[in-house]
Each structure stands twice: as structure tokens, then as C-alpha cells.
């Protein structure tokens, strides 16, 4: 079983910039896509990225395209989410998640449902 969890969340100025960490045990993260996602209070979660197994392939969201880079080191079994350009409707909750046959390519982000464990989640706050 995958036990994920994240870190690296915090208080930043709007247009700074946040690294996130979802660190990985239990099982073998090289096996496994990962993907980030986001709650804002009274919203659904939101899909952010996902990053293949391998990381060959990736894929974001459109409203952080740009401003949002995933990265996988399986020898350190952590995927980071390095966040730019942050703006204050960044501010939720973030969550990574993992699946062992869930899909990620340049052209299709996995859904929620399509993985199967989940870390606790790491609030981002953006704000002066």
C-alpha cells in the first residue's frame, strides 16, 4: 500500500513561489503516476498535474500552465510541485495522489477517482 505525504505548503506573497513535496513509502513510487490536486473551501477538488510512471510524460491544468512544474526523483521517492507566480486564488488545500494504472500523458490529466491513494494535503495560502 502507498502512503504519501505532503509538504512545503505555507504562507507566500502574491507572484512568490512554493515548492511542494508528496513523499512516498509503503510501496514502490516508480510504479506509480502521481498527480496533484487542490481544494478551496466551498469548491471541488480541482486537477492540477499529473507525472507518468517514469516521468516521460506530464500534463497540467490550464490555469497553471506555465506557472506550475511537476518533478518525480524515484531514488528519493518524492514528486515535487514546484509553484510560481502565485496568485491569491492559489490558496487551498493541496493534495498528492497516486495510482498504479492510472493514465497521464501530454494529452489527457487523470481524474480524481481514476487514483488510488491519497497524502493528507498541505495548505497553500497566498496572500499580502
Known amino acids: 500500500q502507498l502512503r504519501l505525504v505532503e509538504s512545503g505548503g505555507g504562507l507566500v506573497q502574491p507572484g512568490g513561489s512554493l515548492r511542494l513535496s508528496c513523499a512516498a513509502s509503503?510501496?514502490?513510487?516508480?510504479?506509480?503516476?502521481i498527480g496533484w490536486f487542490r481544494q478551496a473551501p466551498g469548491k471541488e477538488r480541482e486537477g492540477l498535474s499529473c507525472i507518468s510512471v517514469g516521468g516521460d510524460m506530464t500534463n497540467y491544468v490550464d490555469s497553471v500552465k506555465g506557472r506550475f512544474t511537476i518533478s518525480r526523483d524515484d531514488a528519493k521517492k518524492t514528486v515535487f510541485l514546484h509553484m510560481s507566480s502565485l496568485k491569491p486564488q492559489d490558496t487551498a488545500d493541496y493534495y498528492c495522489a497516486g495510482g498504479v494504472s492510472t493514465y497521464c500523458s501530454s494529452g489527457y490529466l487523470a481524474k480524481f477517482d481514476e487514483y488510488d491513494y491519497w497524502g493528507q494535503g498541505t495548505q497553500v495560502t497566498v496572500s499580502s
Open positions: 509503503g510501496a514502490n513510487m516508480e510504479h506509480y503516476t
